[in-house]
């Protein structure tokens, strides 16, 4: 359903606006928030000439390495291909595995680079977080996925997203905290 988050300063989310308007999400601003619609069109737009569209990270007021990973989980539900560039940090995309065995389509070119191809069916596993940022990837991922799946090593999403499983029970996820 629709989602609308509070006290959202538009220009500390503008990179990622744009990002997502290019995966075919719109992002709605309002006086007191942010209103992500249902139903949304969910198609990647190719960069210039038909080539293949491109999100990779810079330090502030570009788009932020935290959202890297969640920007290549959204773009397996998007119709269309993206590289993610993963250029601040290393070792980022090592997770792409859980979600390429959880049925996305993706290259992992190199450790820096990811070629995301979709529209992807993603099925439910059991998935190890290596840390925060992947963490709440592959919870989206999961979100996202038929089937269940379950995540080992949370204390990892945890140190990040604090009570993140009833947070987002209460926007609606069907998402258990088991005892690990």
Known sequence: GELFIKDVNPEDIRMI???Y???GIEIRFTEDGIIVPADQ???IIPDFHGATMKIDDSP???FPADMTSVALVTATQCKGTVLI???MFESRLYFVDNIISMGAQIVLCDPHRALVIGKSKLYGQKVASPDIRA???MIIAALCAEGTTLIYNIGQIDRGFQN???RLKSIGADIVRLDE
């Open 135 to 137: 963490g709440m990837a």
């Open 17 to 19: 606006r744009l990002v």
């Open 85 to 87: 560039h993963e250029k």
């Open 41 to 43: 069109k969910r198609e």
């Open 60 to 62: 502030w007021p570009g």
């Open 164 to 166: 993140i499983d009833t």
């Open 21 to 23: 308007s290019r995966l």
